[in-house]
């Protein structure tokens, strides 16, 4: 079986072709190249998603059997100031793909977010939640879902929160750099959600692209915490206490986009098989600094 991955040099999309790699012939799309990593890099058409002809016709010449869309404008903040962009990238972008996937009659897995929820619930999102975002990425990740339900006849829409993994810009790395520049500073503490290690996203995502039950899935590491006890854990297991981290609200930090304040997702989905539950961030934060992170600085 031949699976395309839009994104594919994106951080989610390299662990993807990592995981995938060994099972399935893995082909890509990206704006721009692979990264130089450990692994041999795959065959990569440089597409942009918002060009429909450019989109159907790759498709065409590399005939997958099943796509992964993970290509997305996902700054938050730049979605907010240009939103323009994120519906064209996010909404059209994702039109294209499942039209070209269309003309294939193949699956489409398309990654979704957190975000489409606005927090007002105080307990976790299932796959049964209406969606309600409050911002412009996450109004056009859900038109994203509203494309990929309304043309696909064979889908899976995976909801994912607070990624971090060892090739792309994430939460970790920022407040690693941060603990290198000052020795204190401030997040927020007034958002909850679930951080999420790319590689353990990806291992369940390879259990979906074998299984027959298409729908809708929440997937995160378990658990939940704010921003700032983030920020505590990875100070901690970097053996870096010495930094302080100062709890501030999202009010004070004023960023463009609103988010919501609650976004822990809960799996009521059974299609994974029997280990539907992951194993906790803290654990998942834990392999990351402690030893994939640490290898990729090699
Ligand atoms: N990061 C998170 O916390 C998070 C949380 C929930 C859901 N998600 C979803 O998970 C998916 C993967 O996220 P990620 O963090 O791995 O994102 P990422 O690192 O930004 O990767 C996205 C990739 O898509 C490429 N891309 C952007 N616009 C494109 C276009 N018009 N045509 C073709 N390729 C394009 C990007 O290239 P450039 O870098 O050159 O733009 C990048 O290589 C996204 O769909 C995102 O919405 C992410």
């Known amino acids: 079986m031949r699976i395309l991955i839009t994104g594919i040099s994106g951080m ?8 995938l790699r060994e099972e399935y012939e893995v082909v890509g799309l990206d704006l721009k190249d692979f990264p130089s990593t450990s692994f041999p890099s795959p065959p990569l058409s440089k597409v942009d998603i918002t060009d429909e002809h450019g989109v ?16 997305a404008y996902t700054d938050v903040d730049g979605c907010e100031r240009d939103p323009a962009r994120a519906y064209k990238v996010n909404a059209l972008g994702t039109q294209n793909v499942c039209l070209a996937s269309q003309d294939l009659n193949i ?32 109004r056009s990740k859900l038109a994203g879902e509203n494309y990929v339900r309304s043309l696909v006849e064979r889908y899976f829409i995976v909801r994912t929160s607070w990624l971090y993994g060892p090739h792309g810009k994430n939460f970790v790395e920022t407040i690693l750099k941060l603990a290198e520049e000052k020795e204190e500073f ?6 909850v959600g679930s951080p999420t290690y790319t590689k353990d996203l990806a291992q369940e995502m390879k259990k979906l692209v ?30 870096l206490r010495r930094v302080k981290v100062k709890p501030i609200t999202s009010k004070e930090l004023n960023r463009p986009a609103c988010r919501p304040r609650f976004s822990v997702l809960k799996s009521t989905s059974s299609g994974r098989g029997a280990e539907d539950t992951m194993r906790s961030w803290k654990e998942a934060l834990r392999e990351y600094i402690k030893r994939d992170r640490r290898h990729e600085s090699n």
Request: one cysteine or more; proline letters at 4%; a negative charge.
């Open 12 to 19: 989610l999309g390299v662990d993807l072709y990592e995981t």
């Open 56 to 71: 159907r016709e790759v498709f065409r010449q590399l005939a997958p059997d099943f796509v992964i869309h993970t290509a």
């Open 107 to 138: 699956p489409v897995m398309y990654i979704s977010t957190d975000f489409v929820f606005d927090g007002k619930k105080n307990y976790s999102y299932t796959e049964l939640d209406e969606p309600h975002p409050l911002n412009v990425y996450g």
């Open 186 to 191: 401030t997040v927020v503490d007034d958002q």
């Open 210 to 239: 074998s299984s027959s039950s298409c729908g809708i899935y929440h997937i995160t590491n378990s658990g939940s915490c704010s921003w700032h006890n983030f920020a505590e854990e990875i100070l901690e297991l970097a053996g």
